[in-house]
């Protein structure tokens, strides 16, 4: 009969896993990827980063998640960025040429920054929702810094927020809502905060995402606080009845509601040469809803 020595099963059983596997596969991994070419291609500056193409690496990323999903690993991902990577090695004082450095960088953005866990899809289909995360924080970090000199009134502008967010989806009544709020960043008009958030009304019954709505409000929170250009567009899709486009623009500390031929301009103009563009099929463009008086 086969026996068992420190874990392992001897003869012509099956092997067990060692006390040293099981805790590997107890203990989770990050892989930080450099996700499109221009990344990739400033990290070959360094001499012991050895890969010569980007879509070979990111075949061999791919083979590493698997190895590591077929152990039974837990695997986060994570957006390697060269900049940010430079600037850590010059804070921490290590140099940026080693594998060694790479690691604890991607340990310390496993720890703060965005992460999506593997699981099993394609790496193609992954880094769009990867590369979506990392920008959500982006914004929310930048958004929630611009809060902060003014902390009364951040809060006051954040309270503010959550109430007109809830007001818009239950005026709008049952349905499902796609909501995108932008207001222009104070230092750069060309690349607004934007903010996007999936709701759902059935019976009086609301439902959000927690993080998506948290980072709505504080980007309407910061476009009341600063006086920002901004607005709010919110899509409603019910079974049987066109999808309608209605929108509102941010007032003071309040969001006026904009006509049926505003909304239709903002969606059916092209923003970099002003020409009209055609509206979509099956697409109703309405004014914005009255939002009752919030106290």
């Known amino acids: 009969m ?52 980007h879509a070979g690496y990111l075949r061999q990323v791919e083979g590493l998640l698997r190895a590591l999903a077929a152990q039974g690993t837990h695997i986060s991902l994570a957006l390697f960025d060269p900049t940010a990577y430079e600037e850590y090695c010059a804070d921490t004082r290590l140099d940026p040429d080693t594998p060694t450095s790479r690691t604890r960088y991607t340990a310390d953005i496993a720890a703060t920054g965005a992460t999506l866990t593997y699981d099993g899809r394609p790496l193609a289909h992954l880094l769009p929702d990867l590369v979506r995360e990392a920008e959500q924080q982006a914004t929310w970090e930048y958004a929630s810094a611009l809060l902060e000199p003014g902390e009364d009134a951040g809060r006051a502008a954040f309270a503010r927020a959550s109430k007109l967010l809830r007001r818009i989806v239950e005026t709008a009544g049952d349905g499902r809502h796609h909501l995108v709020c932008s207001v222009s960043a104070p230092d750069d008009a060309n690349t607004p905060l934007v903010a996007v958030i999936e709701a759902e009304c059935h019976d009086g019954l609301l439902r959000l995402g927690e993080a998506a709505a948290l980072l709505f409000c504080t980007v309407l929170a910061a476009g009341i606080t600063l006086g920002s250009p901004g607005g709010v567009v919110l899509r409603t899709n019910r079974p049987g009845e066109p999808e309608t486009v209605r929108g509102w623009c941010l007032d003071g500390d309040g969001l006026r509601p904009l006509t049926a031929g505003e909304v239709f301009a903002a969606y059916c103009t092209d923003t970099r040469t002003g020409e009209p563009v055609p509206p979509e099929p099956g697409v109703d463009y309405l004014a914005g809803l009255q939002l009752e008086q919030l106290e």
Do not use: W
């Open 2 to 53: 086969p026996h068992t020595d420190n874990g392992r099963t001897t003869g012509n059983g099956p092997k067990r896993p060692t006390a040293r596997q099981r805790l590997r596969h107890e203990t989770p991994s990050t892989v930080a990827v450099l996700a499109d070419e221009t990344d990739f291609a400033a990290m070959r500056r360094y001499r012991s980063f050895r890969f010569d193409d």
